[in-house]
Structures are given as C-alpha cells and as structure tokens.
C-alpha cells in the first residue's frame, strides 16, 4: 500500500549553518527544484538531485543550438548535481554513501575564477527528488547525522527532525523515507565511520 500524498510546500528549511559558508539546507520536490524565481528567493545557488528517474534542464545560458538529435547544454544560475536513486529497491548500497559525499562535497568546493565556472562560491543548497519525501529524506537525515550530531545524535532523530519540518504526516511515515533507503542510509553511516577512522595512507594504497 502506497501512502497518502499531501500538499506541503514545495521546498522546506531543514538545516542551517552547513559547510564552511554556513549554508541552509532546504529538501523540495520537482516543483521547487525546477523554479528558478524560488531558488533566487532562498539563496540556493547548490542543487543535488537524487532522484535517477528525474531530470531538470536549468540551463540559462546555452553555449550551442540543440536539435531533436543534439540535447542542450551550457551554464545554469545553479550548480547541480545528479545521484541518481532509486525510490526502492535496485540502488546499490554504495549509491548512498556516494550521495553523501557528492553532497558533502557540493559544499565543500571552492569555484575557479575562470570565464567558463560562473558560479560563487557558497550559497544554499536544496536537496531533491520527485516529491521530497523519501530518498532526498534519507540522505539529508545521513547528512545531518553525521555533519551535526550534537543536535541529531542518531540517525533516527534526524529523520523524525526532517518529517516536522518536511510536513511529512504520521500515516506516510512508514515510507518516508522507504525502509531500504532508510536502511541504506544506516549502513553507510557505518560506512562513514570507518572510513573517518582509517589512516589516510591506508586510504591511498587500497585505491
């Protein structure tokens, strides 16, 4: 049985003073990811898409014409990122700690000063999938975990967290997020752990 869907808004505040230019985490769906005007509004200059059956074209600045053979491609008034998740069964188990690097990293970057990254430096970040109540859920409770544990000491506080401040309801909670993500999301906190723990030599020769 699926749950029930209801109306919330199409991007949510989940967390703040992320990364080291203190940025604000929003989770959103379809709607608030591809609404140019609303990411403006918020600040969000970072998007990370989880959602593999999902794509955006943000594109503003087209750098060649397309065609029914040749797809679009230039600059978008955004970074964006694509993880690529599945809402079930079928990703991976490494899809997730994957997710949590790309979006650690997404943070973390620093642009060149050159012609072809018009980007700046900081800004927020929103977090997507289809409807924003599932695998963008699971790895933002990770994120948050991991990245804030003085306020989500264990995973499970960050999820209930997000499902306050997603709107997610009590009668959907049973898949928001969906039990293998959920899951999934556990073992790469796991994962996590270890790989902060192993010396960094250790690292290099076992790549």
């Known amino acids: 049985m699926d749950a029930p869907i209801y109306a919330r808004p199409d991007i949510s505040l989940i967390g703040r003073g992320l990364g080291p230019h ?3 985490l929003y989770i959103g769906g379809r709607e608030g990811a591809s609404n140019r005007e ?3 509004r918020h600040g969000i200059t970072v998007v990370v898409n989880c959602a593999v059956n999902l794509d955006i074209n943000l594109v503003t600045a087209p750098d060649g014409p397309s065609s029914e053979e040749i797809c679009g491609s230039g600059f ?3 970074r964006y990122y694509k993880v690529g998740l599945i809402d ?4 991976p188990d490494t899809m997730m700690l994957g997710a949590y690097y790309i979006l650690d990293g997404a943070l973390r970057q620093s642009m060149p000063k050159r012609e072809t990254y018009p980007f700046p430096d900081g800004g927020n970040i929103l977090v997507s999938c289809r409807s924003g109540r599932s695998r963008s859920v699971s790895l933002v409770a990770l994120f948050l975990h991991k990245k804030q544990p003085h306020l989500y000491p264990t995973l499970d506080a960050a999820v209930s967290h997000i499902r306050e401040h997603r709107e997610l309801r009590p009668d959907e909670w049973f898949e928001t997020p969906k039990p293998m993500l959920y899951e999934a999301a556990r073992r790469a906190s796991k994962w996590i752990d ?4 192993a010396p960094s030599d250790n690292l290099i ?3």
């Open 88 to 91: 079930g069964e079928g990703s």
């Open 22 to 24: 203190g940025a604000d």
């Open 205 to 207: 020769s076992n790549a």
């Open 38 to 40: 609303m990411l403006k």
């Open 76 to 78: 978008a008034n955004v």
């Open 194 to 197: 270890l790989i902060a723990a």
